[in-house]
């Protein structure tokens, strides 16, 4: 069955960089619009990026810049590179896939879930 599971969050200083990890099972990641999202407490989810089957890649304007999203197609995984963290990424981030023809940063385009791991930018 389809699988994701986070991997590579946890405490940074403002300013600082974290890497997240996406391990996939099931399914072959090159052939789903994969997507990274987040939520903090109180707040909704949100879509922060993501990469179509082909690499064309979108992010969310508070993240552009400092985040990058990418695929390790051999290993069969997503990944979040996550620069210049600031105090407001701080949430539970979340990898998704969707077998769309078609990627979008909306909740409702992806059909699998991981289970988050947590972020956190304080000083």
């Known amino acids: 069955q389809v699988q994701l599971v986070e991997s590579g969050g946890g405490l940074v200083q403002p300013g600082g960089s974290l890497r997240l990890s996406c391990a996939a099972s099931?399914?072959?990641?090159?052939?789903?619009?994969m997507g990274w999202f987040r939520q903090a407490p109180g707040k909704e989810r949100e879509g922060v990026a993501y990469?179509?089957?082909?690499?064309?890649?979108r992010y969310a304007d508070s993240v552009k810049g400092r985040f990058t999203i990418s695929r390790s197609n051999a290993k069969n995984t997503l990944h979040l590179q996550m620069n210049s963290l600031k105090p407001e990424d701080t949430a539970m981030y979340y990898c998704?896939?969707?077998?769309?023809?078609?990627?979008?940063?909306?909740?409702?385009?992806?059909?699998?879930w991981g289970q988050g791991t947590q972020v956190t930018v304080s000083s």
């Open positions: 998704a896939a969707g077998s769309q023809s078609y990627c979008a940063l909306g909740i409702g385009s992806y059909n699998y």
């Open positions: 099931g399914y072959t990641v090159s052939t789903y619009c």
């Open positions: 990469i179509t089957t082909l690499g064309t890649t």
